[in-house]
């Protein structure tokens, strides 16, 4: 057989010249790919069809660490080696293709998703564009836990991880190489050690921080490099052994597939069993024989695997979108419909986008052209996820909130508003700035997700009161609307709602407080329906007794230029049953206390009426009526 190039894999690089690297090819390689994105593709089509088949990821690391590595060493030595050749590599194998996706599934996402989600695309599209959507989704939460339809750009994690890797990998390698080249593997090995300890701790003490992080996710990779160090240096000569070890390498990936869960302490030490199980079939050799070459050599294996990277790319975002737009429809139709786009599009984009990107990109003459189309896919898609982010949630940081907030119709004639609160505040974001340029009104943004924008009855106030309090000092706005979780505010300490009211007025022609909504009892999502639950829910007692207590507090503060707007009956009957969606069937709650943009909009008309009234009359607004009391 004479040499052929090492072929792609989902995560790998692989597009070298034959000149370059002259590594021999296994088909079995690309069967192992197969496995592992057929893994991960039916874990996430049906969880408990495949439990563990999440794991493929780290098949993947392995495989990567193993390619890259004797691609690496075969250009040291013939020195052959550049940062630009590599770098050109990568972005021919992966670029192409990603940014594909990319572009179709904020597309998508446009037309399918709300304005919150829409906006949460947005920053994810940006993260992933940067390589540090790992490091946003460590920000977001638990991976087996998040409102994963909402998450089109979820798998790209793994993607960051490598890409992150292959940031440092390269001249870390050369340097060991040029400088203690005989200690080549004990190097490597010592840091694949000190990455997998340093996973097994942080699994049980920060499991989050342990799954999307490089410094504990390394490992997995390098062990794919030290056995491709082995493999260079010491070929094995025993194929029989090696032969026997491939179908033991199998029997672990096939038991880890099954024996780890969701719910296990993940990854940990419970990663070696696939490791482990990868490195034993791959062994330190380029040609193998017996059954388990054989089964993962089956042409329809190998056809899988070159493909794996497209279907890496493009099965997580068609499942969430099938998942969230049709979440009322039986699951054989959800079923077939992403079966049916999965096998339509990443035929589709291999042939015409991936493997067609990869040729281009990667001629030796091209090496500009490259360059320039990542900087161009930079320049773009990093400020469209921006601006997606911006224009679809507003809410403030607390930094903002220091310089004024997010100021819009900077220019408005007609008047000043401000927005103050948490996330309940937030969520009114895109209604206030609708509201702002209906009315001709400067509107100042000061609500901070997870903010805390009331004063404390005693002790040391909370940094956003102080900073907000003091824009509010400052611009002497006509309307302040200030929404909270009051329920949470004001449970310990009921005294904060008087004295930020007090502080306010004196600051305020009007301060207009929205009440909170019913709260959506545990289980009541779009997950929930697709496993057979059905509107309408019930908001759990005690939650409904302490929210309407904290409401009813609200109310005591009317008049005197202070408007309560009661929204109790735009998401509730009297007997406590909540509406999950307007009549246009767009879902109203975001999640399970916050309000989607199609909630908020229901708002909208209370609150306008409310300030248009206030703002007509230079008297007393105790005469404007509590919105739900006509």
Excluded at 113 to 125: E, M, N, P, T, V
Excluded at 216 to 235: F, H, Q
Excluded at 252 to 279: H, K, Q
Excluded at 585 to 614: C, F, K, P, T, W
Aim: glycine residues 6%; charged residues 15%.
């Amino acid at each position: 057989m004479s040499p052929r190039i090492i072929p792609e894999s989902p995560c790998t690089d692989g597009t070298v010249s034959a000149s370059a690297s002259a590594v021999q090819y296994r088909p079995a390689i690309d069967g192992l790919r197969a496995v592992a994105v057929l893994a991960v593709f039916f874990f996430h089509l049906k969880h408990n069809w495949l439990p563990g088949g999440f794991v493929g990821v780290d098949i993947f690391f392995v495989i990567s660490g193993y390619l890259i590595t004797s691609i690496l060493l075969r250009e040291y030595e013939r020195k052959s080696f550049s940062l630009g050749k590599f770098y050109q590599r990568r972005i021919a194998r992966l670029f192409p293709a990603l940014f594909t996706v990319a572009l179709v599934t904020i597309a998508a996402a446009y037309f399918i998703y709300s304005a919150q989600d829409f906006a949460s695309a947005g920053a994810s599209l940006t993260a992933v564009t940067l390589s540090i959507a790992n490091l946003k989704l460590l920000a977001q939460g638990n991976y087996f836990k998040l409102s994963i339809d909402a998450q089109p750009f979820l798998h790209c994690w793994s993607l960051s991880v490598e890409e992150q890797f292959y940031m440092l990998f390269p001249i870390t390698l050369l340097f060991v190489y040029l400088k203690a080249n005989k200690y080549r593997t004990s190097i490597l090995a010592v840091l694949c050690g000190i990455s997998l300890s340093a996973c097994v701790v942080l699994t049980h003490f920060r499991p989050q921080w342990a799954f999307y992080l490089l410094p504990t996710r390394a490992w997995e990779l390098l062990a794919g490099s030290i056995l491709a160090n082995i493999s260079e240096r010491r070929p094995a000569s025993n194929h029989r052994l090696w032969a026997s070890l491939s179908i033991v390498g199998l029997v672990l990936i096939f038991i880890s597939l099954f024996v780890i869960t969701e719910r296990s302490a993940f990854p940990g030490y419970l990663a070696i069993l696939p490791v482990l199980g990868t490195v034993c079939f791959i062994g330190p050799h380029r040609l193998s024989s017996g059954l388990g070459e054989t089964l993962l050599s089956w042409s329809p294996m190998v056809i899988v695997g070159r493909m794996s990277y497209s279907l890496y790319l493009w099965h997580w975002p068609i499942f969430s979108f099938v998942d969230y737009r049709f979440y009322l429809a039986s699951p054989l139709f959800r079923l077939a419909l992403k079966l049916a786009l999965s096998l339509t599009v990443v035929p589709l984009c291999f042939f015409l986008i991936e493997k067609r990107g990869r040729v281009f990109f990667n001629a030796p003459p091209r090496r500009h052209i490259a360059f320039a189309f990542l900087g161009c896919a930079l320049l773009f898609f990093v400020p469209l996820g921006i601006a997606v982010r911006k224009t679809n949630y507003v809410d403030a940081q607390i930094k903002d909130v220091a310089k004024g907030g997010l100021v819009f119709n900077q220019s408005a004639k007609g008047g000043s508003m401000v927005l103050m609160g948490d996330s309940n505040g937030a969520m009114y974001g895109i209604v206030a700035k609708e509201i702002a340029r209906d009315l001709g009104l400067r509107l100042n943004v000061l609500s901070v997700t997870a903010g805390e924008p009331l004063p404390r009855s005693s002790g040391q106030q909370p940094q956003l009161w102080l900073d907000s309090i003091a824009v509010v000092k400052r611009e002497n706005p006509d309307i302040l609307i200030l929404a909270c979780n009051w329920q949470d505010k004001l449970q310990d300490d009921k005294a904060r709602l008087g004295i930020a009211i007090e502080d306010l007025k004196q600051h305020s022609r009007y301060v207009v407080l929205i009440t909170q909504p019913p709260e959506l009892p545990e289980g009541a999502n779009r997950e929930a329906i697709r496993n057979g639950s059905r509107p309408p829910f019930i908001e759990e007692p005690k939650e409904r007794a302490a929210r309407l207590a904290s409401n009813a507090l609200l109310k005591t503060v009317s008049g005197n230029h202070v408007i309560v707007i009661d929204i109790e009956h735009l998401f509730a009957t009297d007997d406590g049953k909540i509406f999950f969606s307007d009549s246009q069937g767009r879902e109203i709650y975001q999640d399970r206390n916050h309000l989607s943009a199609a909630g908020a909009e229901l708002v909208r008309s209370s609150v306008s009426r409310a300030i248009s009234a206030s703002l007509s009359q230079p008297g007393n607004a105790s005469n404007v009526p509590l919105a739900g009391s006509q």
